[in-house]
């Protein structure tokens, strides 16, 4: 049984729910983001208050109600209050620099790294080691900060590279002097 499935999401003021078939559309103050809910979930939009239902009890349709669940929920988040993450990075002469719609990364490689920002994403620096990734696709805004922090990796024996603001790196003692 999904207890997440059965969930029943509240829409806030302001946002309007449309159900054309598998298509869920989420239209809010931010924006509009739209989902593809698979046939064995039933969407149903009643005042202001959303309802999934599976069509049977095979194992597919108990999977995909949970995962449609929160998908329209994270729909709902997103156009009312959108997503953000933090990222951080560490090292002597490490730094982010965004110039528009690119972000240059100087990491410690021969040449800085520029990555050009997807479209409804929006990139601020608050500091020349801090920026922070918004939009309102929760999936868009953690795929870009995945592809950010990949550029340099964080290393467990000093620290370095680029994080997320909330990460804990865990770190290794290193080599002994043997005397």
């Not at 059965?6 to 983001?33: A, F, H, Q």
Request: hydrophobic content about 30%.
């Amino acid at each position: 049984m999904s207890r997440i499935g059965n969930r029943i999401l509240s829409i806030p003021e302001g946002v309007t729910v449309d159900v054309n078939e598998t298509i869920v559309t989420v239209k809010g103050p931010k924006g509009e983001l739209s989902t593809d809910v698979t046939e064995y979930v039933t969407v149903n939009v009643e005042g202001n208050q959303v309802t999934l239902t599976r069509k049977n009890d095979e194992k597919r349709a108990k999977q995909m109600h949970g995962t449609a669940n929160a998908n329209i929920a994270n729909l709902i988040k997103g156009v009312t209050e959108g997503y953000s993450k933090a990222l951080e990075i560490v090292g002597v002469g490490y730094r982010f620099q965004p110039k528009g719609d690119k972000l240059v990364i100087n990491a410690g490689y021969s040449n800085p790294v520029e990555l050009s920002v997807p479209a409804g994403l929006k990139v601020e620096g608050v500091s020349n080691t801090e920026i922070t990734i918004s939009g309102i696709d929760k999936q868009a805004v953690g795929e870009f900060a995945a592809i950010i922090r990949k550029v340099r990796q964080p290393e467990p024996y000093k620290g370095k590279g680029i994080k997320y603001k909330d990460e804990h790196i865990r770190r290794k003692e290193g080599k002994k002097a043997s005397k």
